[in-house]
């Protein structure tokens, strides 16, 4: 049984389902039957970037899928020549790579997944069911209890994942079954995503990607998407970017780097502005479970919200959807106890590199150590040395480690 039926759901349905007879997900939202923003998924109306190793998994899990995304529109784009990287203020050099991204809406992604992964045999998804409980017995998840349109119903399982995202109940549901509440790591972000869909000269194949500066606490993002359209989603640390059009695109030449602002300038709004709010980068550390009940599993922005400048949210899903996949072909048994402390090793990488950045931007006591001083350099360095940005590109991608970019001998001398 999954509860949850977006990426990190989905994805792990599709992993489940080669060894179990049925899968079952529920999720609490009306699931629509066309690609649009829905209640409960709010980042759906806000720029997606789709790293290499969710497009990797995705195609494992899902055999087929990218080209059908390419099919209804999507592009398979190369995430060094195709984009624009400005980091610590400096436009990083770039030269092709082998890092290929998927750029495509957030609702035209999670659609088609969730197309895919209902056609495969023994999978149900079944929408506006909300997961209230779980029922440990014995040391072991037993049955969950759902609420739908009728009465209350306990469902039995016998391995309960819990995908439900940042608003995710387990510690709740732990603490009431008498087992131990995670501990959270929390770093206050308090940013503001601000969002619009431009009209794209169909020519244009390129995205821009905008970090903050500690001058300038603001970023932003414009995406390429399907259907001739760019979506722009511009953030500020504490402060909201403004709604009004004129004040948007004034805020987008504040930036580190006007680019967004000269690239969208005359196009038509199609859509927005849409608000998200994200108030700390967040980490459950389920992988320090002293006690832990058989058949359970956490999943996705159930385990850790970060903050989605970075774009790693769905690849982090991703990687522990395969880690199950992989855990469950070797054997069933202890499954919670193998998991968990892998399921944390992407997310350490992840989390080292969003708190990074934004505890220079949100820490008024921040005074900058050797590592940070090292990585300004680095992002100087970058700014001619393609291979540096390939490098830079690959942490982000999770296929590297944080502590890459602070080496002091992967710098220049
Ligand atoms: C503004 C923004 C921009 C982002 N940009 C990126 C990006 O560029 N790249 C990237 O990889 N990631 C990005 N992310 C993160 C990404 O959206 C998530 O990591 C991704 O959606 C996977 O999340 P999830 O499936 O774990 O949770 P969610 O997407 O939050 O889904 C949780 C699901 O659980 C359901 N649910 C909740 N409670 C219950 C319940 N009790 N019972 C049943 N169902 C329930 C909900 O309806 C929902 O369908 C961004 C996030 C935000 C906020």
Redesign the pocket.
Known sequence: MV???????LMTAAALQPWYRRVVV????ALPGTPRARR??G?GR??????TT?VDVLEELLPGITEEFVAKGARRDDLAADVAWVSNGHHLATAPSDLRGLAVS?VLLEHHVRARVAALPGVEIHPE????GIDVTDGAVRRVRVASSGPDQWVDADLVVD???????LPDWLAQAGYPRPREEQLRVDLY?VSRVYTRDPARIDSILIGPTADAPRAGALLWLEGDRWIA?LAGYGVRPPFGEAEYLDYAASLPSPLIAETVAGAEVLDGPHI?H?PANLWRRYDEATAWPAGLLP????ISVLN?LY???????AIQARLLRDLLADRRDDLASRYLPRCAEPVANAWAIATAGDAALTDPSFQPGPDDERVARFFEAAATDPDLTQLFLEVINLKQPYSRLTDPQTLPV
Do not use: E, K, W
């Not at 509860?3 to 759901?9: E, F, K, L, P, V």
């Not at 069911?129 to 209230?132: A, D, E, F, K, S």
């Not at 995908?163 to 109940?169: M, P, Q, V």
């Open positions: 509860a949850g039926a977006s990426m990190a759901g529920f999720d609490r939202d409960c998924v980042q806000h720029a997606h970037g789709l790293l969710s957030r069911h909300i997961v209230t995908a439900t995202g940042r608003a995710s109940r995503y989603s998200f994200i999943l996705g922005d159930s989605p774009g790693q949210g769905i690849t982090l899903a």
